[in-house]
């Protein structure tokens, strides 16, 4: 299992629906409104680095409203 958190910036306005909308993917299991230079923050999670590429690309950029995301997988040391 590969975690990681995604920092997403959205267009103004836009950050209640992105959440909104990010809660609704599987594979998704935070998604929280946060101030700084991000908007919102995504606890994702998929079975091998793979799956969580395509979940973040295909899946949560496509939601309307995003601008940029980094992502940043856990890593345990």
Sequence with gaps: MVQA?????TEVG???SVVEEARKI???EAADDVTGPYD?????SAGDVDQLGKL??????AIEGI?????CPVVNL
């Design 5 to 9: 958190y995604v920092l997403i910036q």
């Design 14 to 16: 836009k950050a209640a």
């Design 26 to 28: 599987p594979g998704v």
């Design 40 to 44: 919102v923050v995504v606890k994702a």
């Design 56 to 61: 973040v690309v295909a899946r949560i950029q």
């Design 67 to 71: 601008t940029r995301t980094l992502t």
